[in-house]
């Protein structure tokens, strides 16, 4: 996926030398993602383009037309999941700071026995390295060889302990208080970081940047390993999600890599978050914030990661293949037709 987005913000980065209508592109193409379900290479690029050039008040608009027609499910009882029992004011004190900060750090944690099956799941199944992404090997901590081992979220959602999470209630309820809308599931991600390289890696997201694959989405992250100032540790600048939040200069550089130094004018010291973490840590993150992963100095980092999205207009990822599910996931899906939208059986 990692290659694919690179790749993607090069093609982006020409594509912005043309003189489009942007607006008629993005609902040309917008129309087309509703009849096929699939997103036109140029009208996502004028999405992007709207962006920028709107300071993210262009996604807001479009989110709340989008949302209209797919209410959320009214949760008022407590809900228990691999986090813990959190009650409906619980929710509320999170998504208020969500929108605020655009990041929240839970104080819950996933367990440690599941922690440790994911761990020992990702020490024995392959991933794919970086640069290319064209070589699979199985992640070896004496003999490293990339910066970055990626799995394939193939294996991700066959994964039955990554089902449950996937399925878990406190989660969704998360992510469908913060989109407003019943969400859908988008993906999973996992991988390895290293000191391979000795400098910052834009393969391996180590510059500031912004995402922005979806019209409107909430990441969940969890570190699988100790996260502390020497092994990578994700950073971002608070608040910097929200519409006219980012300095208009920066975003006249489009989908683009940005250097600290060209960020620390703009925003209060104070505002520059590192966040580090015990095994199990969560985090909740909206990615138009301004983020980067710290290149490693040692160790490794392990970190599984879940999008939540309101539409799947964006970037044309492949739908999940179910080969080893279990029979509750089957159900769950069955019964969840919104969320679990894009695996298939």
Partial sequence: MKTFLYRLRQRFRNATKKKVDDLTAFNQGYATFQQTGETPVESY????????????????????????????????????????????????????????????????????????????F???????????????????DQQLISEMYRFDMQDLVNNSDIQQLIMDPVLINIARKYLGCEPIFDFPAMWWSTPFLKEASAEAAQLYHFDLDRIKWLKIFIYLTDVNENNGPHRLIKGSHRVGAKPESLLKRGYARIPDEDLTPHYKKEDFIVVTGDAGAVFLEDTKCWHKGTPLKSGHRLVLEFEYTSSMFGANYPKFQMTNASEEFKTFCKNNPVYAANFRF
Wanted: charged residues 20%; glycine residues 6%.
């Fill in 45 to 120: 690029f004028a999405f992007i383009r709207l962006y920028c050039k709107t300071n993210g008040k262009f996604n807001e608009d479009k989110h709340k037309e989008i949302i209209a027609n797919n209410l959320p499910a009214n949760i008022n009882t407590a809900l228990t999941g691999a986090l813990g029992t959190f009650e409906p004011g619980t929710f509320n004190s999170m998504n208020n700071q969500l929108n605020q900060d655009g990041y929240v750090p839970l104080t819950q944690k996933i367990s440690p026995e599941t922690v440790k099956k994911l761990v020992d």
């Fill in 122 to 140: 990702a020490y024995k199944t392959e991933t794919t390295v970086a640069p290319k992404y064209d070589k699979k090997v199985v992640y070896n």
